[in-house]
């Protein structure tokens, strides 16, 4: 979890902000590592090939000790997307960035109508 999203935690937990779903986004490139200080603006998200972000509601997610574990979600494509690097999850009214990860071993090559990617979101307390 990014610092800003720490903060904006807090501030759910003292009622000072409402809640919000979560939207779940792919990215071609940006950070190697993903950090405290990233931003949704350090990631460059797909775009085209029939791809669209999915927003997540709280139904979607289960959360075990520090860690909220999300449902399982498949993107499908209609055409070439690129080298598809990773996920991340923004809030869908603030647009900020609670977190983001890498695809491992290696960035999925999204070229073909029909090309799928699964991915099931984690977001962790650090």
């Known amino acids: 979890m990014t610092a800003e999203g720490q903060t904006r935690l807090l501030r ?6 409402t809640p919000e779903n979560l ?13 405290d200080s990233d931003k949704a603006g350090d990631y460059h998200e797909v775009a085209g090939a029939g791809y669209e972000p999915v927003t997540m509601k709280p139904r979607d997610w289960v959360v075990r000790g520090q860690v909220a574990e999300g449902k399982e979600q498949l993107f499908q494509f209609s055409g070439k ?22 695809f491992r071993p290696s960035a999925f090559d999204v070229r073909f109508d029909g090309d799928q990617i699964r ?3 984690k977001i962790k307390l650090r």
């Open 12 to 17: 759910y937990m003292v009622n000072q902000e």
């Open 119 to 121: 991915v099931t979101p």
């Open 81 to 102: 997307a690129g080298m598809v690097a990773g996920y991340y999850v923004v809030g869908l009214r603030s647009g900020i960035l609670w977190g983001a990860q890498p």
């Open 23 to 35: 939207v779940l986004k792919l990215y071609l490139s940006g950070p190697a590592v993903p950090g």
